[in-house]
């Protein structure tokens, strides 16, 4: 339920100002004179977005969205639609990478040391928050109420702007390729995207890791007892069946755990780590478009 009226939140937010939003901002307004100054509105209004089921860290953008809309006689209900300055139209400050992280995750504008972060339309006017390093090389993306990240990391210095900018909370993010997030960035659908790297794995990989040996190991409680357990996982067969690149695969333990017997949990969990494996070594397939279909041999 928080989560739905959070939705319900934000999504008025781009439009008007939501009933119980309007409500804060009055409240605000009759003790802006006793908060004085922008830390003590930004603690109070942490404190009242709690209340109204919105997350506490957008206590940022909510400041900015009240000082920007301001109305001296507290008429908030009446914005028209094309005078409300909402996030996409704020001011991008200078700030610092350390405190970037607070403008990112409430999707704000802002301008770090070759961090920055800005609302765009792509070629379909579909509405993005971009995040890039050094200006040109998208590391997040925020599209369709979604959350994607790139995977490669250039550079220590790009790896450290990531970690600035997601430290308050981006957690939960789709995994993309650079190539593929420019692409998303220019307005491809992820199904799109999908598409276009399963055709290139299919064309440029298949030959390329059939027969191919990926060795692992996991840890596993065997007899009440951790065990590091090593294996083989050799690939069979690979074709497309229903949009998905099917693997068949052999998985042999290698000699010394031969007489274990794995419980069905720890094969399906080697199916997983199979599957990462497959992802890690091409750089192209994601886990979900993948089905493995493996076989544990002697």
């Avoid at 007489?259 to 069905?264: F, P, Q, V």
Wanted: with cysteine; glycine share 4%; hydrophobic share 30%.
């Amino acid at each position: 339920m928080k989560d739905l009226i959070t939705k319900i939140l934000n999504e008025e937010l781009t439009q008007k100002l939501s009933s119980q939003v309007i409500l804060l901002f009055k409240l605000l307004q009759s003790k802006k004179k006793e908060l004085k100054s922008k830390k003590n509105i930004i603690e109070f209004l942490e404190k009242r977005l709690r209340v109204i089921g919105i997350d506490p860290k957008e206590a940022q953008r909510y400041y900015y969205l009240y000082t920007l809309n301001y109305r001296e006689n507290g008429d908030y209900e009446n914005i028209p639609p094309d005078e409300l300055v909402n996030e996409k139209n704020f001011p991008s400050p200078k700030v610092t990478n350390v405190t970037a992280g607070k403008y990112a995750y409430a999707k704000m504008p802002f301008e770090g040391s070759n961090l920055t972060g800005y609302w765009s339309k792509d070629r379909k006017g579909v509405e993005q928050y971009v995040i890039t390093s050094y200006g040109w090389y998208p590391i997040l993306v925020y599209k369709n109420g979604k959350w994607h990240s790139v995977i490669e990391r250039y550079s220590r210095s790009t790896s450290k702007q990531y970690s600035n900018a997601t430290r308050e909370g981006i957690y939960n993010t789709i995994p993309l390729r650079n190539k593929d997030i420019k692409r998303l960035v220019n307005g491809d659908t992820l199904d799109e995207i999908q598409n276009n790297r399963i055709n290139e794995f299919m064309e440029d990989y298949t030959e390329r890791i059939k027969g191919e040996s990926f060795y692992g190991f996991m840890s596993f409680v065997i007899n009440n007892s951790p065990q590091n357990i090593s294996f083989d996982c050799i690939v069979t067969d690979i074709e497309l069946r229903d949009g998905k690149v099917v693997i068949g695969a052999n998985v042999k333990l290698k000699s010394k755990y031969r007489d274990i017997e794995l419980t069905d949990e720890q094969k399906r969990e080697v199916e997983k780590y199979f599957k990462s494996m497959v992802f890690l070594r091409t750089k192209i397939l994601n886990p979900e478009d993948v089905e493995i279909n493996v076989t544990f041999v002697d």
